[in-house]
Structures are given as structure tokens and as C-alpha cells.
């Protein structure tokens, strides 16, 4: 099954949560601390509370690099323990010249065997090039992000009228060739989201900003169901994994996966 097939399943199924395992060893409940390695610890609770319903993991590399060495052996355990048939996003938004990009690819999915990545396309299309070429691989790449910072370049206007973030949305339909490419849209810009949803309805869209960053759901899916697409994942990192403390923090989590669950179904 590749990188696609994994994700199409889930959606298929209405699975549209991605759970963000952005592990910071500061939060991670006392009890668990005495473990050998606690950021594994908690990462394999949080999958067993969560892999029947999850539709993705995504795991932000920053706070595994954080750790050093300890850190990298807890990224590889957990990925070991995702359930095969779930898909997994290595999000370090990579993008360079294209021999350095053609090594940053090969780490992500020649050693660490993630199923897909985020990329940042400023560089332009040969620092996408050598990602792309992964044919069986899923490339999420940014075009409006979530942060109060996208407006500074993501929003600045070309001369034809576009915003800088339509034109990057057209240029990753042009690199789509293998039907390989995503798009990264901050699930806090719905009425930017509503404007350019048809524009994207080959590429799988991955949508950071709910709970923590403060995106409706709600709104995100009735953009999608109104467009007839369920191409879409939203990811959901602090307010799904920190949602509960204390010796059973995990029920807390997986309640609150079916409360997300819920309100996807709600408004499909
Ligand atoms: P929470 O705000 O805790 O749900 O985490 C959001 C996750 O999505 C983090 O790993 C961010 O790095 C990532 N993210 C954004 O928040 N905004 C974006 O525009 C893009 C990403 C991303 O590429 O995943």
C-alpha cells in the first residue's frame, strides 16, 4: 500500500484527524517521567488511545531534535509502533539546492521510512524536485500557513492580482505530475480556504490551527462537503495530546479525538 492508498482508506472511512505527536518533554504527565524514555512513553499511549480513529500522525521533527541523540531514538521507536496501515508525515519543512534536498529526502524516507513530509517551496521547483521523485511518497507542501507571519510574504500580491500563496497553489498542481503532491493551509484562514478549495481538489490539503492556534472545525469541513471533496486532514497537535493529565491522561485523549471525530461527522 503506498503513501496515497494509506491516506484515501482513512478518509474514505470519514477519518479526517491527523494527531500531531509534537511531544514536549516539559509536559509529558509526572508518572510517566520515571520511564526509561518518557517522550516514547507517552507517544505509545497516545497510539494506543488513538490508532482505531486516528486518520494520520504527524510528527513535527523540532521536538525530537530538541532532545538530541535521546531524542532521534525516540522518533524511531515511536515510528516503529504507528500501525502500518496508518500514514505518518515527517514535518521539518524541508527545501534546499537539490543535491542537499536529494539527502534531506533520503533521511526522511530511505532511514527514518516516513510516509510523507512537509516542504517549504520557496527555493522553487529543483529544491522540490529530488522529494517528488519519491513517486510512492506524499509531499505536503506550504502555500498559507497558519501563523500571523504568513501575511508578511504568503500574502503579498503579484502583479496579476493573485496572492503570492494562490500562485504556489497553482505551481503544485503543475508539479503534481505523479499525483504525489499536498497542499499546507492553515485551517485558520477559512474564507482564504473557501476561495481557493476548488483550486486544490487533486492534492491532498493538510490544515494545521485547530485547538491551540484556535481554526474552527466546523467551518473547515462544511468548506470541504460544500466543494464535494474529503481530500482534506486536519492536524491537531496540543489540544488532542495534552488533553488530559494525571495517571489516565489517555482516556482524556481519546475522548477528546471522538469529540473532533464528531464534529468532522456532524458536518460532512
Ligand atoms: P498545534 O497548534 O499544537 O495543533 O500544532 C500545530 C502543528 O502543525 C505544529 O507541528 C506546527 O509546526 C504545524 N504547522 C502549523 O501549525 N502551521 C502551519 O501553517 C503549518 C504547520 C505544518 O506544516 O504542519
Not at 68 to 88: C, D, M, R, V, Y
Amino acid at each position: 500500500m503506498n503513501s496515497k492508498e494509506k491516506l484515501e482508506r482513512r478518509l474514505n472511512l470519514g477519518l479526517h484527524i491527523c494527531v500531531g505527536l509534537d511531544t514536549d518533554f516539559n509536559k509529558i504527565p509526572k508518572h510517566l517521567l520515571e520511564c526509561e524514555d518518557p517522550i516514547f512513553e507517552f507517544n505509545r499511549r497516545i497510539i494506543e488511545a488513538t490508532k482505531v480513529s486516528a486518520a494520520a500522525y504527524k510528527l513535527n521533527l523540532a521536538f525530537y531534535e530538541k532532545e538530541g541523540a535521546k531524542g532521534f531514538t525516540s522518533l524511531l521507536k515511536t515510528l516503529e509502533i504507528i500501525p502500518a496501515e496508518i500514514l505518518t508525515i515527517g514535518d521539518a519543512k524541508r527545501g534546499d539546492i537539490g543535491n542537499t534536498s536529494a539527502m534531506y529526502a533520503a533521511a526522511l524516507f530511505d532511514h527514518l521510512n516516513f510516509d510523507s513530509c512537509t516542504l517549504n517551496p520557496y527555493m522553487g521547483v529543483d529544491s522540490m524536485q529530488p522529494f517528488l521523485l519519491y513517486k510512492d511518497k506524499l509531499h505536503f507542501i506550504l502555500a498559507l500557513t497558519s501563523n500571523p507571519g504568513s501575511q508578511d510574504f504568503e500574502k503579498l500580491i503579484l502583479k496579476d492580482g493573485k496572492f503570492l500563496y494562490e500562485e504556489v497553489i497553482e505551481k503544485i498542481n503543475s508539479w503534481n505530475q505523479f499525483q504525489n503532491c499536498g497542499v499546507v493551509f492553515g485551517a485558520n484562514n477559512p474564507n482564504e480556504l473557501e476561495r481557493s478549495v476548488s483550486k486544490m481538489k487533486d492534492l491532498f490539503v493538510l490544515l494545521p490551527g485547530v485547538g491551540a492556534q484556535g481554526g474552527s472545525l466546523e467551518e473547515i469541513v462544511k468548506i470541504f462537503a460544500k466543494e464535494g471533496s474529503n481530500k482534506f486532514l486536519v492536524n491537531i497537535s496540543r489540544a488532542i495530546i495534552y488533553a488530559g493529565s494525571g495517571e489516565s491522561f489517555e482516556s482524556a485523549v481519546s475522548a477528546k479525538l471522538s469529540e473532533y471525530n464528531l464534529v468532522v461527522e456532524n458536518n460532512l
